[in-house]
């Protein structure tokens, strides 16, 4: 029987068993989070370093080199594993947090802790922490405190001068925090553009309404899409305020704008930390820090996964998840340009039309400049259309391909010649432009870098890529003078009207010839910018100053449709502050205002400050009591609380008549409070006692003593003549243990094995 219930025990708990363990894989499943996350309790070497400097010339714990290293991984977010001597460090491995490394014989990194072995006076080997080749620190070496050592780190000793063997390293995984690579980036002003992750450029940053509070996320990327295009404007700082043109309000973030996992989002405004974002360049691409975060660096991140519908959030810029928190910004220029396909023509800077592209040689690698237009081969360009819409362009001279040097992304890199006529770098985008035309290689799919003439338009001025910028545009717009002789322009396209907005430029209606790129008809000069569409005025909203709600107000104002710009009533550009109408503050008199119950303080508006019940004071038999603060009578009437009372109706007794002690009376409520008591005629024997005592011959035989209290009641003392409580808890107690010994006695018994 026995056996049969361990069984069913066993079995009971091997189900518990299995059942808490799918339990607990369906909560990791839950759980799961793709990014890898460093295990350093968030620390980087630095910050590792800086904790181990704030304990320099002190005792850590028992003063031991082990005891340092052990409050080292504690810092660091862990357990030390147990070991008897510092050389055990060396084998355990199997006892190392997640991601951390045992090394031997290894470089050491800052940050690692340095193990060293054994040596002929001190047989426990010793541990320390590395910053450099020439600075450990350590404890329990030349003292029982922490010491920085600029020893190298192969050159330690025990206390005879032995050798102590360096060994290798235990390396933490620490934080690679991310560090900007150079100031913060000047990718142009006053220009519209896509927002892409740099790891799948299908997608684009989008908004999923036009309300303030909207979600921002990724989605598949269509250039026909407003909810896709971003607005930026650079500030004097350096930061960018990104404002969407669908709904005409800005990237910003949801609460403090500096902690993990806050929601990106999309507000009115354009004004605060949350919504300026400034630009660093990372991998390639660009990290966009939210100037709310600058200074702990929290950058816009993609989430677990990037993905259609994926939600964008800010989480702290670390290197290890650059792919999660880099993306391409991809210029929105407008539609590519079909100029014709197959001809030659001269590349003219549109502000020196004496002025033209050239080369200075016939081998790869060789210049592109500016030279004074002579019309030699090499200054003619042989434009030939792919089927991307990008043109190859080649030189007439020299039969190479305008060319960049370098990635053909990077800002400043020269412009050459080379052969192929394959790669990105040789294939150019042409957007229309002020009235002429950009160039933009290929190999800048962010649509960031542009043909640029440099500093100064002249004779002999070589050419590079720049960053495009609406301000520079003198030095990258370029007319593309065709050959045209014999052209018939028998394709021809119809380019309808735009008009102009406050954000881009219209045109009038104009025709092209297809072949030749010629403009046959009508003009292609971009139109001046619009005025702004101020729509109705918004009506002034007066600020709410009442007991429950203080709400600031906002002066009458203009929007913009277009741009979302504010305006005042003169059509005047204001921010938001400007138009902002401060709600009054509360004043509160000095007076207490009260009722029955409470006293307070009071502004005008009912708000109540520093209410709190009457006290104090004391009542009486006909007034109440008056609060301490306040002065405000409250409560009820004591009758019993009578003041100044008198004695009335007193009369001595004599040996004829009874005599009477007197009533208690109460002047103000004009009652008896205490009736008095008759006093008997006076006698030889009783003459000289005074009132209310008793006579010796009063006593009864039996002691007991009889008096008057204050109520005229008689109360009766009998003295006490021995104390039976001790006796009383001794009988309880010996009943008490006489019952336990009975149920103890009788539980021996059951269990005694019976004999026989």
Not at 310 to 323: D, F, H, M, P
Request: with cysteine; aromatic share 10%.
């Amino acid at each position: 029987m026995k056996r049969i219930k361990k069984t069913r025990k066993a079995r009971k708990a091997k189900k518990t068993f299995v059942l808490m363990l799918a339990i607990t894989l369906i909560l990791n499943l839950f759980n799961f989070n793709p990014k890898v996350e460093a295990s350093t309790n968030g620390h980087t070497a630095d910050d590792a370093l800086n904790w181990v400097k704030s304990k320099l010339d002190i005792k850590v714990g028992s003063g031991e080199c082990v005891a340092l290293i052990a409050e080292y991984y504690l810092y660091l977010g862990h357990q030390s594993p147990k070991v008897g001597s510092a050389i055990d460090y060396a084998s355990s491995a199997s006892s190392q947090p997640s991601g951390w490394q045992i090394l031997q014989g290894i470089q050491p990194q800052k940050g690692d802790i340095l193990i060293y072995s054994a040596s002929a006076g001190n047989i426990h080997g010793h541990v320390a922490i590395y910053e450099s080749d020439y600075v450990t620190y350590h404890q329990n070496y030349l003292g029982r405190y922490v010491r920085k050592i600029t020893n190298h780190y192969t050159q330690m000793y025990d206390e005879y001068l032995y050798p102590m063997p360096y060994w290798g390293v235990i390396r933490p995984d620490f934080e690679e925090r991310f560090i900007p690579d150079g100031s913060k980036q000047d990718i142009g002003n006053d220009f519209i553009a896509y927002i892409t992750p740099k790891s799948n450029s299908n997608l684009a940053v989008q908004v999923t309404g036009t309300d303030n509070g909207s979600n921002v996320n990724l989605t598949q990327k269509n250039e026909n899409s407003q909810s896709q295009k971003w607005y930026f404007n650079r500030q004097s700082d350096g930061s960018y305020t990104i404002m969407n043109m669908e709904s005409n309000t800005y990237l910003d973030i949801e609460n403090t704008g500096n902690t993990d996992y806050e929601k990106v989002q999309i507000w009115s405004g354009g004004t605060n930390d949350k919504q300026a974002w400034f630009i660093y360049s990372y991998n390639g691409a660009y990290r966009l820090v939210p100037r709310s975060s600058q200074n702990d660096l929290r950058a816009l991140d993609i989430g677990d996964d990037i993905i259609d519908g994926a939600k964008l959030q800010i989480y702290k810029a670390v290197s290890n998840n650059n792919e999660w928190q880099t993306f391409n910004i991809v210029k929105d220029l407008g539609e590519k340009q079909n100029i014709g396909d197959k001809f030659v023509a001269l590349i003219v800077p549109k502000t020196n039309s004496d002025l033209a592209v050239e080369v200075v040689g016939t081998d790869n690698g060789s210049n592109v400049q500016l030279g004074t237009i002579d019309n030699s081969d090499a200054q003619k360009w042989y434009f030939k259309r792919q089927s991307d819409g990008s043109y190859l362009i080649q030189n007439e001279y020299a039969s190479k391909y305008l060319d960049i040097y370098g990635t053909g992304n990077t800002n400043g890199e020269n412009v050459q010649i080379w052969s192929g006529g394959t790669n990105d770098k040789q294939a150019w985008f042409i957007y229309s432009y002020n009235g002429g035309y950009r160039l933009v290689p290929r190999s800048s799919p962010d649509n960031s870098k542009a043909l640029d003439i440099g500093d100064d338009i002249i004779d002999g001025a070589n050419l590079q890529i720049h960053y495009y910028v609406s301000s520079s545009n003198s030095w990258q717009t370029f007319d593309i003078i065709k050959e045209t002789q014999g052209c018939a322009h028998e394709n021809v396209t119809i380019h309808p009207a735009i008009e102009s907005t406050c954000l881009t430029h219209g045109h009038a209606e104009y025709t092209t010839c297809d072949i030749c790129g010629e403009v046959i008809s009508g003009s292609a000069e971009e139109l001046p910018l619009a005025d702004h569409d101020y729509g109705q005025l918004i009506e002034r909203v007066d600020p709410i100053h009442t007991s429950t709600t203080l709400k600031d107000g906002v002066e009458a104002h203009y929007r913009c449709s277009i741009c979302g710009k504010l305006f005042n009533q003169n059509k005047e550009e204001v921010t938001e502050e400007d138009l902002i109408i401060e709600a009054p503050e509360h004043i509160y008199k000095n007076d207490w205002v009260s009722d029955n119950n409470y006293h307070w303080k009071e502004c005008d508006c009912g708000k109540k400050i520093e209410q709190e019940s009457h006290h104090g004071g004391e009542a009486t038999c006909v007034s109440k009591a008056k609060c301490e603060v306040c002065g405000q009578e409250y409560g009820e009437l004591d009758p019993t609380n009578h003041q100044d009372t008198e004695i009335i109706n007193a009369v001595e007794a004599t040996t004829e008549t009874e005599g009477y002690t007197g009533d208690v009376y109460c002047p103000y409520c004009n009652k008896i409070v205490k009736k008095g008591e008759i006093i008997p005629i006076k006698t030889t024997d009783n003459e000289d006692q005074p009132v209310g005592e008793t006579s010796p011959n009063e006593q009864n035989k039996d002691n007991t003593t009889l008096s008057t209290n204050e109520n005229n009641t008689t109360e009766t003392t009998i003295p006490q003549t021995s104390d039976n409580s001790n006796i009383t808890l001794w009988i309880s107690l010996l009943i008490v243990s006489g019952i336990s010994i009975i149920i103890i006695l009788r539980k021996w018994i059951k269990r005694k094995p019976i004999c026989g």
